[in-house]
């Protein structure tokens, strides 16, 4: 059991480490140096809340801590006094209204999400300063040892100060890409918490952070639709989490799902979500793969021709092969195997190393009552799917076949 | 902060003529003080590489690296951050045939 003390260190971290980091990393400007603060101010917090009783605001008091911590450190390498005094400069937070502590977190989480940083450290980055995940967790995450991870880590935050990569939410010219690529990481992460191999507890943390990442970039961009409708896509999507998995892990096809095991409260919030961004005007590919995620969600009155319909919408925005393999499986629930076919296999050149191509393909075989070639379809999924889960499905199938 | 530029491609001339590009895009990035110098280089069969090992010089004909990538020419940046150099950069008329790549001057503090 945990004492209150210890409760409110670890709510701490999980509301505050993000918005700590921000600030802090906004005033010493070197991302090692602030990462190290943060991370001392959090441990300094448990005997001295001990011992002084938890702060009325602990965010505030976090934050003054690393920066005191930072200033000690800068004083003793010896770095010039402007720069010092810039940081001491910093308000002290009991006498002060909470404005005087603005969040940062859009400019970090811009900044992680810059498109000089690789993707794979884009996603890391974001998950580590915003979340506050330990690089051993986030290594626990994709699959990767922990000193590959930290390293990934410091090499991005390195790349940020030398290349001159800027603190800040990018100007208005250059918004809209840069909110696409913020956007990207977010889903990127989501999805890793859906449907990587690691297992289901890690994933399901990695795809919490990220709808609570969602949830804050909303509430910093509220009159953006995309950001909105990402969210939507998250929720709706999250759930069917309990119902993908049966009770000894094997995978669930959606038709197949227990639907009194998806959450209503999510499917509800989702949808108003959706609705809010729509109205809005301006749609992308997240509002339509929500709106899509959402016609799933109706269940067994799932309008396959209204699936279909935004595909095509989505393909006018996003003209990808595997949105069409998408769009191909929902013209399979509306006119039949054999329309769906000839769509898929016009895919094989831009798919034929994905799983999924070979595994719907299989499929659409299998309804056409064409057994042998089903099978070596079926048996090439098997060889290209990723996680054990998949591949026991896809094994199973293939047993069905005989 | 300082940036250098490197102007990359693969050693052969595109097809459209873009001498004419390029002088506007110098012209332009001297008049907002950003390009403080910079030139375009010989072809690599001009290049000659010395290497100086126990002592002694090594001296080659040819680009320290052989790759299909050769640096054609040089410009040095004086920018805000990385997102005004990159928007530099990209309006060089050759980002649209080879690319362009921005490495950040080692700035030595105190020196």
Sequence with gaps: MRDAVEEAVAAAFRDEWGQVFATVVGLVDDWELAEDCV????????????????????????????????RDRLRRAGVEQRKLAEVASMPDPEPLPPTEFPDHRLELIFTCCHPALRPEARVALTLRTLTGMTTAEIARAFLVSEPTMAQRLVRAQRKIRNAGIPYRVPPAHLLPERTAGVLAVLYLL????????????????VSGEAIRLARALVAL?????????????????????????????ELVLLADQDRALWDDSLIAEGTTLLERALRRGRVGPYQLQAAIAAEHDRGPDTDWREIVRLYDELLRVLPSPVVRLHRA???????????????????????????????TRADLLRRLDRGAEARSAYAAALDLAPSAAERRFLGRRLACLG | MR???????????????????????VAEMDG???????????????????????GEPLVTDGPFAEGTEVIGGFDLLECADLDE????????????YGGVELRPVWEWLGA
């Design chain 1, 39 to 70: 991370a001392d101010a959090f441990a300094a917090a448990l005997p001295a809340w001990r011992r002084d009783g938890v702060p009325r605001r602990p965010g505030a008091w976090l934050t003054v801590a690393a920066r005191n911590r930072a």
């Design chain 1, 190 to 205: 989501y999805r890793e918490g859906y449907a990587s191999s690691t297992d289901e507890l890690v994933r399901a943390e």
């Design chain 1, 221 to 249: 961009m509220p009159d953006e639709p995309e950001a909105v409708g990402l969210l939507a896509l998250m929720l709706l999507q999250e759930a069917r989490r309990a119902a993908r998995l049966d009770a000894g892990g």
């Design chain 1, 329 to 359: 499986v929902a013209v399979a629930a509306v006119d039949g195997p054999a329309v769906a076919l000839p769509l898929v296999e016009e895919l094989a050149a831009a798919l034929d190393r994905h799983h999924l191509w070979h595994a």
């Design chain 2, 3 to 25: 940036y250098v530029m490197f102007v990359c491609g693969d050693g052969t001339e595109p097809e459209v003529d873009l001498q004419a590009a390029t002088e506007a895009w």
């Design chain 2, 32 to 54: 907002r003080g950003i390009r403080k110098t910079g030139d375009r280089l010989r072809p690599v069969a001009d290049a000659t590489t010395v290497r100086v090992r126990g």
């Design chain 2, 85 to 96: 150099a990159l928007e530099v950069a990209g309006k060089h008329p050759w980002a649209a």
